[in-house]
T-cell receptor, first 112, second 116 residues
Framework: GENVEQHPSTLSVQEGDSAVIKCTYSDSASNYFPWYKQELGKRPQLIIDIRSNVGEKKDQRIAVTLNKTAKHFSLHITETQPEDSAVYFCAAMENYGQNFVFGPGTRLSVLP | EAGVAQSPRYKIIEKRQSVAFWCNPISGHATLYWYQQILGQGPKLLIQFQNNGVVDDSQLPKDRFSAERLKGVDSTLKIQPAKLEDSAVYLC??????????????FGPGTRLTVL
């Protein structure tokens, strides 16, 4: 089955700096890669996603890049703000919504 | 639109007792997921339904966990008997069917289970 690894497990950055979180996956059949943000005590919420026919996607300060050959994808947050502090999870899914697996998460702390 | 509803929000039971969780997905979402999220870990998929059929239950501990979605709308997840290691937040999520374009999963607030 699918296995998703995520690094780093914790990340601290100064406000205004960039943050990068990387994930790798094992199943070449996976073709949908969402990123979820989970604030303490709250439910996960989708922040951005990418499909395998796209190499990069950007939404304001957030971008995701995908390298299907290497089976890895990354989340980039620019101009970080204190409200970006949360746990971020990457995930991978097959085309028909099967085999949906989350990574273990990255705790991001943005220091003022 | 209303979001995914779950109840109860919190439950404390003793080991070997039984417990059930309820989920009502967003209207029109044919796909429903149950996840187990242990503190400090990512959500782990327990079972996925499309309408009232099971798509994936490969990680559901079937000796103690069961789930149903009889009418293809709301769903219940049951644990019987509970073990200490079942302490976790149980998240329900729903989404449109694959092929309907948007794949985003919308999560409910979760049920925090503590097994003593």
């Amino acid at each position: 089955g699918e296995n998703v690894e995520q690094h780093p497990s914790t990340l601290s950055v100064q406000e205004g700096d960039s943050a990068v979180i990387k994930c790798t996956y094992s199943d070449s059949a996976s073709n949908y890669f969402p990123w979820y943000k989970q604030e303490l005590g709250k439910r996960p919420q989708l922040i951005i996603d990418i499909r395998s026919n796209v190499g990069e996607k950007k939404d304001q300060r957030i971008a995701v890049t995908l390298n299907k050959t290497a089976k890895h994808f990354s989340l980039h947050i620019t101009e970080t703000q204190p409200e970006d502090s949360a746990v971020y999870f990457c995930a991978a899914m097959e085309n028909y919504g099967q085999n949906f697996v989350f990574g273990p998460g990255t705790r991001l702390s943005v220091l003022p | 639109e209303a979001g995914v509803a779950q109840s109860p929000r919190y439950k404390i039971i003793e080991k070997r007792q039984s417990v059930a969780f309820w989920c009502n997905p967003i209207s029109g979402h044919a796909t429903l997921y149950w996840y187990q999220q242990i503190l400090g870990q990512g959500p782990k998929l327990l079972i996925q339904f499309q309408n009232n059929g099971v798509v994936d239950d490969s990680q559901l501990p079937k000796d103690r966990f069961s789930a149903e979605r009889l009418k293809g709308v709301d769903s219940t997840l049951k644990i019987q008997p509970a073990k200490l290691e079942d302490s976790a937040v149980y998240l329900c999520a729903s989404s449109l069917l694959p092929g309907q374009g948007v794949r985003e999963q919308f999560f409910g607030p979760g049920t925090r289970l503590t097994v003593l």
